[in-house]
């Protein structure tokens, strides 16, 4: 199986995914799980249209995608993963025994959240997902572009103790 990237991001598909990302990773099947975004015909759209033209794109519920996921991937298939919250990103942890790591983007200022960078403000249940998918064994790192830096997760949290 290839999973290329998991990345978590408010925005899922745009500039920073559909170029530098995918310019890096060189997917072929980018794959966003969401329970919302599956049954919003304009939405699908309008990620699909951001997307490289030469990626095929798959929008479906978190439970398809891990089912699809567990199945096996083709022996060619580069799949590029896209969650835009944390409870959908700790589910694919633990239930995809092939994701090891998630890189997370961009999160977006909302009521009751906390600063912990420039890009990344969450909430106590934010938190606490991202605690959990680390207590997983999964390596959670923020990298905004592929060529910065990855800073992980726990030293993130601890700074915010």
């Not at 991202?130 to 060529?147: H, K, R, W």
Request: net charge neutral; hydrophobic share 40%; aromatic share 4%.
């Amino acid at each position: 199986m290839s999973i290329v990237h998991f990345r978590l991001d408010h925005r899922l598909i745009h500039g920073q995914v559909a170029l530098a990302w995918s310019k890096v990773t060189n997917p072929n099947h980018i794959i966003i799980a969401n329970d919302v975004v599956c049954n919003d015909e304009l939405q699908k759209s309008l990620l699909k249209m951001a997307a490289p033209k030469q990626v095929r794109v798959s929008i479906h519920d978190v439970d398809k995608v891990i089912a699809y996921l567990n199945r096996g991937l083709q022996p060619n298939e580069r799949v590029f993963l896209l969650v835009n919250n944390t409870s959908d990103a700790l589910k694919l942890i633990q239930n995809v025994d092939a994701i090891k790591e998630i890189n997370i983007g961009n999160m977006t200022k909302k009521e009751g959240s906390e600063k912990l960078t420039e890009k990344i403000f969450v909430t106590e249940a934010e938190k606490t997902d991202i605690q959990e998918m680390i207590d997983n064994g999964a390596l959670v790192y923020f990298q905004v572009l592929p060529n910065d830096g990855k800073e992980d997760f726990k030293d993130i949290l601890k700074r915010r103790v």
